[in-house]
Every structure is written in structure tokens, then in C-alpha cells.
């Protein structure tokens, strides 16, 4: 059964702070993996990763892929409390290319 | 530009009543999706339809049923609701099931049944 981890489940940071949040997977057929932000409504895309190593960055936010080690780690610098929201990771894989969500991550930025 | 979506936004059930969510995308999408979220829990497949015309089970499929009217629009019934199936419901669709594409999300419909 394909299964995605994160962690931590919640976090509660002051605004500037520097958060890391972890993905790690267990996918037959791994082809891609997503990051959202969900905060009050529907979850918005922020980034994809299909290759290892390679950093994909938009502003403050960046992520990694080790497919050897099978995890994902995003990152995001300054910290605002805009950035308070549910972080899902999420996994395609398997062989009809399920896209399979781990619990998420609650981030939680003080001001 | 409405992208996915969804109806209603709100509702509430009292045990054994029928409903059905409904899910319409602009996109020109072939994939389509419904979601449930419960806290602690994540998003949960109940429901895909790679294409028109097909539909398949996801991981929670027990006590729904689907269909996929057309390319535009795919709905997610309830025969005969049960508090188990208080939750928040999202409907998503993608361009195509097996390319990597990412999922679109509707707003969500939060059900609250009795």
C-alpha cells in the first residue's frame, strides 16, 4: 500500500523564523511529488518535483527531492503569518498513477 | 475563469437522507476527482473518473456513488448518509491521470450529517 508521511504534524514558529517540512514515501512506480497550501478553502498548488536533487524555488519557499532516500523537504525562510496553513504532501505513483496525500503539516507563524 | 466548482458549499443531513454533491471544471479537463478531509486525516480518494465515461473506486469508496455526466461535470452521491460521513468534500480535476499534471481544487463542501 503507497504511503506518504510528514512531518512534524503541527508547528508553531515566530514570524522570521526559518521552518523545514518533511515528506518521506513508500510509492510502487514513483512518478511525481506535489506540495500544497491549504489555508481556510482549497488546497493551491505550489510546487512539483520529478527529478532528484534538482531545487525548485518561488520566493521564500523552496523543495527537494532525494528519490533515493524517498523524501521531500520544503522550506520556507522569513516567515510570515500569511504562511499559517495546512501543508500536504502528496505522492503519484502506483500503476494507475494515484496521487496518494499524507496528513499534512498545521504551520502555525506568530507574530 | 471559474476553474472546479462545486455545490453546495454547506449542508446538513439527518441520518438516512440522500444527496448529491455536484463538481463542474472549465479546463477542459479528462481526469476528475472527489476528496474527503477529516481533521487529523489528510485527503482521502473516494472517487476518481480518468476519462468520460469511466469511473473507478478510490482508497474510502463505501457509501458513495459517482457519475460523470459529461467532460465538464462529475458528481458524488450519497444513498443513505451516516454521521461517519461528516466531512469536507473536495472535488479536483487534472489534465490527464497518467502525465504529471497537478490537481485543480474546488472550494470544498462542508457536510454535516446527523
Known amino acids: 500500500e503507497d504511503k506518504v508521511v510528514q512531518s512534524p504534524l503541527s508547528l508553531v514558529v515566530h514570524e522570521g523564523d526559518t521552518v523545514t517540512l518533511n515528506c518521506s514515501y513508500e510509492?510502487?512506480?514513483?512518478?511525481?511529488l506535489l506540495w500544497y497550501k491549504q489555508e481556510k478553502k482549497a488546497p493551491t498548488f505550489l510546487f512539483m518535483l520529478?527529478?532528484?536533487?534538482i531545487e525548485k524555488k518561488s520566493g521564500r519557499l523552496s523543495s527537494i527531492l532525494d528519490k533515493k532516500e524517498l523524501f521531500s523537504i520544503l522550506n520556507i525562510t522569513a516567515t510570515q503569518t500569511g504562511d499559517s496553513a495546512i501543508y500536504l504532501c502528496a505522492v503519484r505513483g502506483g500503476s494507475n498513477y494515484k496521487l496518494t496525500f499524507g496528513k499534512g503539516t498545521l504551520l502555525t507563524v506568530n507574530p | 475563469n471559474a476553474g472546479v466548482t462545486q455545490t453546495p458549499k454547506f449542508q446538513v443531513l439527518k441520518t438516512g437522507q440522500s444527496m448529491t454533491l455536484q463538481c463542474a471544471q472549465d479546463?477542459?479537463?479528462?481526469?476528475m476527482y472527489w476528496y474527503r478531509q477529516d481533521p487529523g486525516m489528510g485527503l482521502r480518494l473516494i472517487y476518481y473518473s480518468a476519462s468520460e465515461g469511466t469511473t473507478d473506486k478510490g482508497e474510502v469508496p463505501n457509501g458513495y456513488n459517482v457519475s460523470r455526466l459529461n467532460k465538464r461535470e462529475f458528481s458524488l452521491r450519497l444513498e443513505s448518509a451516516a454521521p461517519s460521513q461528516t466531512s469536507v468534500y473536495f472535488c479536483a480535476s487534472s489534465g490527464h491521470r497518467a502525465t504529471n499534471e497537478k490537481l485543480f481544487f474546488g472550494s470544498g463542501t462542508q457536510l454535516s450529517v446527523l
Open positions: 510509492v510502487t512506480n514513483f512518478r511525481s
Open positions: 479546463m477542459n479537463h479528462n481526469s
Open positions: 520529478t527529478s532528484s536533487g
